[in-house]
């Protein structure tokens, strides 16, 4: 079990570029989850995938926002045309089971500046 | 809607104190209750979890007892050190079409000196 791995640890951007980060779940992991996290915050919730189709997305996520699992391994988040709003912690987490109380995973985190 | 209540920190205490760090929720079904740790730098790590009314959580001398009645979760620690020292964030999940999605609060900064 080498955990969920993330890539890259820091992004700085411009305001306007577009940026990927990489997300590599744990390997048997079926389920995959994309967070928020701000300043002194708790991490937000994006969107979800089960195996490569994306089952849930919220309203947090603009349509600036676009996230692809495909062979139901690796995930990427893009952002277009960032703003400094954008600026925040990006966690990705994964699961085995859906069962109750089975725990998320999750990696280090991306963090994004904006300038 | 969901949502969880955490107590606001920064708490410091001295090394050996006793710990308590106060979690409610709101929840539109029977959530399971997580609480996870963030050291500096790192990720979150799932600390304890309980899933039902009554079970009480346990990992690393920390404890939590899920309470139905008062719809709270509070973590406590008898004896702190100085690497406990983390932000602790209370979350809740319930099964949905959408998998295993957590609702956390905003977390409580623990510092432990000497």
Not at chain 1, 17 to 37: G, M
Not at chain 2, 3 to 8: D, G, R
Request: hydrophobic share 30%.
């Amino acid at each position: 079990d080498t955990g969920v791995s993330q890539d890259p640890r820091h992004k700085i951007t411009k305001r306007g570029q577009n940026v990927t980060f990489r997300c590599d779940p744990i390997s048997e992991h079926n389920r995959l989850y994309w967070y928020r996290q701000t300043l002194g915050q708790g991490p937000e919730f994006l969107t979800y995938f089960q195996n490569e189709a994306q089952l849930e997305k919220s309203r947090l996520l603009s349509d600036r926002f676009s996230a692809e699992r495909p062979k139901g391994s690796f995930s990427t988040l893009e952002i277009q045309r960032t703003e400094q709003g954008d600026s925040a912690m990006y966690l990705c987490a994964s699961s085995l089971e859906q069962g109750a109380g089975a725990p998320l995973h999750f990696g280090n985190g991306t963090r994004l500046t904006v300038t | 809607g969901n949502s969880v209540t955490q107590m606001e920190g920064p708490v410091t205490l001295s090394e050996e104190a006793f710990l308590t760090i106060n979690c409610t929720y709101t929840a539109t079904g029977y959530p399971s209750l997580f609480w996870y740790v963030q050291y500096p730098g790192e990720g979150l790590q799932l600390l304890l979890k309980a899933t039902k009314a009554d079970d009480k959580g346990s990992n690393k001398g920390f404890e939590a007892t899920y309470r139905k009645e008062t719809t709270s979760f509070h973590l406590e620690k008898g004896s702190v050190q100085v690497s406990d020292s983390a932000v602790y964030f209370c979350a809740l999940m319930i099964l949905t079409g959408g998998g295993n999605k957590l609702t956390f609060g905003t977390g409580t900064q623990l510092k432990v000196e000497l």
